[in-house]
């Protein structure tokens, strides 16, 4: 195989690489305990979208004793929290993988 085979395959790699990414980018995948009392909205990549709280998962004995202010200003801090750590994270792998390519740009390989 000569240099220029190697380079076409290497290029539509890339391309695929992100056209992946970007669907994976659009997906939503949920997640759920409790008997679906807590849920959690992801996208493909892993990226926390949304968190929503059920009264029963705050006080099981009585649901109703928890009021729909309470129930949104806890999701927003857990949301505010984990988008935080996600993107601690992905700055991270970043960094760790910008040493290993030395500085080399892989497409797909970063998106955020």
Sequence with gaps: ?????????????????????????????????????????CDGQGRFKSIKIKPEAIN?????????????ML???IAQAIKQA?????AEMEKRMTQITGGLKIPGLFNK
């Design 1 to 41: 195989m000569d240099l220029m085979n190697i380079m076409k395959q290497v290029q539509n790699v890339q391309k695929k690489a992100g056209i992946m990414q970007e669907e994976l980018a659009q997906l939503e995948l949920t997640g759920e305990s409790a008997g679906g009392a807590v849920v959690v909205t």
């Design 75 to 77: 999701e927003d801090v």
């Design 60 to 72: 099981p004995e009585n649901p109703s004793s928890v009021d729909s202010e309470t129930l949104e």
């Design 86 to 90: 996600n993107e601690k994270a992905a």
